[in-house]
Every structure is written in structure tokens, then in C-alpha cells.
């Protein structure tokens, strides 16, 4: 933990207006509903009207246009959970690991390490990849051969980059293996969430791209390229040389069939199975609805019935 | 392996009576299908009938109102399954590791180890966790700094807790960053399944109650709550700061959204996706019904047509 | 990387016919899209004729009755794909560890390990274990006591094999464990994907027969059979006591019911949730048709209402 600040030096460093008494001082960030003295909270969404009310917070982080909505001291910033984010990140400097290779990993000779990189226990690194300065591997992570990590990641334990992909070919009843011979490529500033996996390429890469968050246990299959600040919840499969464009959301457990293209701008809900290419950006949406499960079941022998032409009886 | 034990000697232990031979002595359990002499096995439904008819069992538990549906030596127990459970841990005691840390176990000086906790290969205990007497870790267990565990867990190999929780915030079509300071607390008598991952969380702590039992290949997001004695089966996924009961039961690969709350004593089935809050006890079921392929296609044509609000032609 | 090879070379070890000249000198192979000078690409499907034209690659490889589709030097073979793939064998032989146990591994003095075996940077290999000639386990793979491994097992970084299946039984709202003291059985030619669970049987073994292929993040429940040949894509989640037949394809993301049986040959689309027995070969599906998100809610709605027999308004 770093700090105290006071809501001037805060604005200083970090932009944004404060209203009320510059001087106060600052320890930690906290929740409207947990926060308490020497505390600073935010309001996204004046929707949380009622908790910014009952807040026991000391200060407050909220948009210009909702200054009226408390009589805290308060910093006006037009981006509130993100300035959030970056309050907390100033009170919170040191929640990585120190830096350098743990004892107990295994780091191939021929691997390439930047500066100021953190390699975790039990962390294995394969030969020939490449990890770029200032990158955070989360103990147990496992980087296969000839893969490269760009700046500033941070990889969480359980991660499994570069294994092959899932390349089978039928003959007389048997599956005769392809060697992956692609390998991964990651960007910079990509996080990358506990146990997910993210296979190597058949021939050409699997492709990541510059400030992709992936949360965990998310499947990347062979040759998919995901574009730039696309952000992706957990438990989300992606098979083979599926093309995600850039700024894309992806809800948790949507699943993105192979070999299909899904334009910059889009959202997928949590839960959706994408089938089919997606070239408008906008918001796809698939869930069957849940019910009490006597209504559900009578509700899907109706439908079921309905799906083969017949009335409604 | 531990015994043989008689009739007799099970029953002064576990409770429940005797019909037929008390002295019988049972060296091992087994299924109605495949037990053989010596073995006991257990009737837990009545429609069981026909393999109890058909087993090769020495002798069987069931419940008190099915005494009659056989002629073999028996135990009358109230709940047949949980006794059964308890017979088997008679004869199985030591299926865990060895008490200890192993050597190749990565502890941090800080952190605090209670009585008979074993520790094994390969895992990597982060600062300032507490892990409670009696719990048991299978190897490559991760476990990051300021989280507690309670006493008599069992966590299964690949475990990670306490990975951060998947925040971020959008700025200028970027992520910044939220720094996950919560951590995650888990209470007494918890088993964890293979591979699941339990994010800490982002301000206040992601709380696990005592008695949960989790599958295998489960995400918990940031500031989950899950209640005493629920049990959840493997690949589903909680969202952040989802609150669920007392007494659940989840069916696998079934999504909770974040933010919602669930009652104690809901029953959620298998590949259900929840989307919002349930307050009243019962069992939920969203499932899309299968068909043939062709079946399906054309079933799912005239549903978007039925959806669309057009006629079925 | 080995070769390079003639065309001539190639049918002379793998079979086939050249047509054009024998004596080109091929060095790796590509896909048609990106494959250029010294590399041979394949036509599975006359559908990619298109791409055929356009490929820069100096020969191809596709089946007989394809032959008059390009000019280009080219190899006739009745299965392309899986030519293909062992032509990629002959380039590319050594993508897998150098045999050995790695002197991080921890491997108990009980297992048995066959000639030729390659055991990873941090795998843990229990009492009792036996592995098959020419298997390779990549890093950090767990393998729990008493489990069996064929011969050429690729086991990928992450998977564990042999946690405790999920047994559990209530009495008066806790559960109580059911010692899980079966074992896995996994037969010659398996390949099993990373972060994959395959858990041991409650009372009898899980078994997974020759010649299976299991993608990344697949769960196996206790005392699952898998039969030989069958593949399964990554993400999906398979209960208890399933039973599933030999040369079955199951897509990405499926979930398959417990104590269900599934006959040879069946093919299960991705996504799809199987509830009951399939006892007839054919192509089963089940996936809810997304939307655009607006059309999708009023879709939802109109056919909830349909659900609960009300007339479409």
C-alpha cells in the first residue's frame, strides 16, 4: 500500500476537479456499500443514487454532471470507474510479484527474458519464447516453445500457452495427428486469467493482439487472432481460426464456432453460441430462458411440438 | 484399506440394525452391479430392484422400508447412500497424502500452516495465507497471498485461489486495470475439484461458507458469496459478486450471472443459464432440447419464424 | 525439422501417386493460403478450389478424382487430410520433449514408466502409476495413484488425471464424502488436451479406451467410459457413469448427462446438452439460434408466451 494522498495531490497526479476540502487525506479506495473514513468510493450510474446516500465513505469519484448528487468532497472526472481504477491503482502499487525468476521455475537457455519481468514458482518456459519487459508470470504457468509474450502481461497461474492445437485428420477409423507447427503470439499489455489455455498454431500463429483481457479459463483454439482491447469473460471457447475483431466484449461461457469472423465492435452476451460470421458491430444475443422447472418442462414439450408444425393442442 | 469388520462391528460404529448374520465379515464396498463376496453394497432408490435381485453383494444397506426386498444379511439405515458413504470411509481411510509439506512445495514464511496439513508437490503458497488443521492439498494447488482456508479442505491438483478477479474499466477504448485487494476466505470442511479457479476479490473478499463442495473445472468471479453446504458440479461458472444460499444444489456447466442473489435451498439444473435473482426455493431449468440434426434445423427455422411473430406456414 | 524431401521420396514412404514432376525438392508444408516456395499444401474438399487457383505452393496433395482441379505438381491420395498430416510428421518429427524425467518432476519410486518416456518440467506422478512405451507428458501434468497410462500418450501441460470424482452424499443437510477408490484406465494412441480433468472412479475405474482424443478443458466425471477412436473438442463437460461409444465425434463446449449411455458412431454438435440415451447413430443438436439482441428479447418473450400456451398476440 502506497499513500496517504489528499484529494489535491490525487487530481494532481491524475486529472479531474475536486469539490469540497482539497486537503483531505486519502488511505484506501472502498465499495459505496463498505467504504468507511479515509475511504474514497465511486458512482458510475446515478442509478446507485440511494447507496451514494447511504455511503459512509469520505469522498466520492463521480461524473461532472451528477456533481449535485452528494455534498461529499468529491473529484469530477468524466470516466469515474476509470479514474477509480486508477486511484486504487495508486494506492495499490504492489500487488505483482517482486520481480525476477523464482528458484523453483524452469527456464529454457535459448528463452529471451525484458527487463524487470517476474517469473513464478513452478513456471516453465520453453525454448525460444520471448517475454517483453515488465511482464507478471503468476506461478505455474506453462509456456510451450517459440512463443512470444509482449509487454507488460500478466499471466495468472494454471495458464497453458503454445500447446498444440486439436489438428486430427480421419483415416479408415483412426486419428492421424498434425504437427502444430504455428507457434502463439501475444501482444502487449494483455492479462490473462487463471487456468486458461491458449493453443499454437497448426501452420501459421495463433494471434493475440495489444491490450486483450482475457479472464479464466477461457479456450483459445489454433489460428484464432484476436484483435486489439478485446475483452473477454471467463469460461468463453474459441475454436480454431475463429477472426475476433478489436474492442469487442465477450460475455462469460459464450462459445465462438471455428473459421468464422466477427467484426470490431461487437458484443457477445454471456452464455451465446455464435454459429455464424458476424460482420455488423452490435449485440448478439442467445439464451433460452430458464423457468421453474414443471413450467420449463411443459413449456418445452409445447414448443418441442410446435417446432414439428403441429397446433397447439 | 483398513478391517474386515462384521455386521456387527459396522453397525456399533455407524449406527443402524442388523437383519441376518451379524458376524458376517465385510472386507470391501462395492456397486449392485459388480460387488462380490465379502463386499457391501447399498439399495439408496427403490427402483433399484432389479440389480439388487441380481447382485452378488454379501450383503446390502437400505432403508427401513425396503427390509423386505431382500433375503441377504442387511443394515437398516435411515439415509442408505450417506451410511454407505460412511462404510466406505471405514474400509478406505487413507486415500489422502501424507501429512507435511513437500519438498518441492513452495511456502511462504508468512503464511500459517495449521495441525496435519499436508502440502503436496509443487504447490506454492503465497504471504500471509492461513490454511486450517487437518486440510489437505493435492499438488499444484496455487494459492496467492492473504487468503485463509478452514480446517479438514481438500483441494484437488490445479486449484488456483485468489487469482485476480476480472476488472476493468473502459477508458478511450482501453482497459485500466482495478487492482484486486479483497482476498478469499474459505470456510471448514470445504472440497475444491480439480482445475477450479476462485477469484479474490476486488474490494471486500470473496467468501466460500463451510461445507460447499465444488467440482472439478468451476469458476468463481470476484466477490461470489456461496452459502453453507451447497454443492455445485463441475465446468460452471459464477459471476462477480453473484450472492448463493444456504443448501444449493447446481447442476454442471449451469451460469450464474454477477450481481444476482440466490435463495437458500434453490435447485439450478445442469446447463442452465441464470439471469436473475431467485428468491423463492424450488428447482430452475433453462435447457434447450436436443433432436436429430435435421430435426433441430428445421424445428429451429420455424421457432425464429414462430419468434419473429410470423405464421407457421 | 527434417528433409527436405522429392515428391518422389514422399509416396515412396507414405503411398499415394505423383503426377508432375517426381523430382521436386519439397522442404515443409503450408496451407494453401499462406504456403509459398518449397512447400506442399492440400485439398481436402473441392469447395476450396478457389484457394487451389490462388496458392503459391510449389505442389499439392489432394485425391484422385480431384486431379484435373490444378496444374501444379501434386501427390493423388484417397484421404487427403490425413496424408497430409503424416507428411507433416515426416517435416516436422520432433515437436515433443526429449524423453527422460525432468529433474523438477516427482515421480514415486512405485510408478512404473515404459522405455522411451518423456516426463516434463514439474509433473507429479503417484504411487502405483504405470505409463506405456513413447509417451510423452508435457509440464506440470498430475497423475494421482494407481491410474494407468497407455502406450504414446501425449498428456499437454495442466491435466490432471485421478482427482476424486464427485461423490458425495446428504444427511441432514452436509454431505458426506464418498471415498473415490477407482482408478483411470487409459488405453495406447490417447491424446489429451491441456487443463483437461479425467477423475478416478467412485468404486470401479473410469476408462477411456485407444485411440481417444480429448481436446483442452474437458472434464471426465467418474466411471465414464470413452470408447476407442472416439474425439472430443475442447470445453465440453462429460457426468458420471456416461457411457459413450467408439467413433463418436462430441463438438466444443457439449455436455453430456450422467448414467447415460451413447452408441458407437454417434456425432454430438457443439454446444448441444445431451439428456438422455442415444442409442441409434445419427448427428444429435441442440442449440438455441441467437439474434441480434433486440430481436432476440422480443423473440424470447413472444416464445415464452407460446411456452405457456397463450396465442401469439
Known sequence: MAGPFTLGEIVSRLGGRVVGDAGLLIRQVGS??????GQISFLSNSKHGAELAATRAAAVI??????????LPRILAEAPYAYFA??????????????GVHPSAVVANSAKLGKNVSIGAGCVIGDGVTIGDDSCLYPRVVIYPNC???KRAILHAGVVIGADGFGIAPEKGRWVKIPQIGGVRIGDDVEIGANTTIDRGA???????????LDNQIQVGHNVRIGAHTAIAACTGIAGSAD???HCTIGGAAMIHGHIKIADHVQVSAG????????????YTGIYPFDEHEAWKRGAARLRRLAKGKKDG
Not at 32 to 37: D, I, S
Not at 62 to 71: D, R
Not at 86 to 99: D, H, T
Not at 274 to 283: A, D, E
Request: charged share 20%.
Open 62 to 71: 463521480l461524473a461532472p454532471e451528477n456533481e449535485k448528487l452528494t455534498a
Open 244 to 246: 475476433i475483431g478489436r
Open 203 to 213: 501452420l501459421d500463429d495463433t494471434v493475440i493482439e495489444e491490450g486483450v483481457k
Open 272 to 283: 451465446t453460441l455464435i454459429t455464424r460470421s458476424l460482420l455488423t458491430p452490435g449485440t
Open 86 to 99: 486508477k486511484v486504487s491503482q495508486l494506492f495499490n502499487p504492489a500487488v505483482a510479484q517482486a520481480s
Open 148 to 150: 512470444s509474450i509482449g
Open 32 to 37: 459505496l456499500e463498505h467504504a468507511g473514513p
